[in-house]
């Protein structure tokens, strides 16, 4: 299976991805670290890819949705974006609109409270 079919079966079986380098439980950089935490923290449910034990995966990625940098999140086989982007997105409510419009499972309580706290 190339890199390309395993990334595409991978965004198309799950409601959202989170390619990143280490996993959702142990983050090997700080800006995939912070997207993991902000989804975790959120209780979204997501399938993590730690790009780092696959090197065909980690370019394939880049190559796939034409985005230079990782980690990148999918939801329902789209890609939104990168850490700025989520930390935009989720700090302005339109990360709980994507959500919420794709039938993605979070804690709106939890999402409020990171607003709160970067007010």
Request: aromatic content about 10%; charged content about 30%; overall charge negative.
């Given at each position: 299976m190339t890199a390309e079919t395993q990334i595409k079966e991978t965004v198309t079986n799950n409601d959202v991805v989170l390619?990143?380098?280490g996993t959702k439980s142990m983050p090997?950089?700080?800006?995939?670290?912070?997207?993991a935490g902000v989804l975790?923290?959120?209780?979204?449910?997501?399938?993590d890819v730690n790009v780092l034990a696959d090197e065909?995966?980690?370019q394939g990625i880049k190559d796939y949705s034409d985005w230079p940098t990782i980690p990148q999140l999918y939801v329902k086989g789209?890609?939104?974006g990168g850490c700025d982007?989520?930390?935009?997105?989720?700090?302005?409510?339109?990360?709980d609109t994507l959500f919420s419009e794709n039938g993605v499972t979070f804690?709106?309580?939890?999402?409020?409270?990171?607003?709160?706290?970067?007010a």
């Open positions: 390619f990143m380098k090997q950089c700080g800006f995939s670290s912070r997207v975790n923290f959120m209780g979204v449910e997501y399938q065909e995966i980690r789209e890609f939104v982007i989520i930390t935009e997105m989720t700090l302005s409510g339109e990360l804690d709106k309580d939890a999402a409020d409270k990171i607003r709160e706290a970067n």
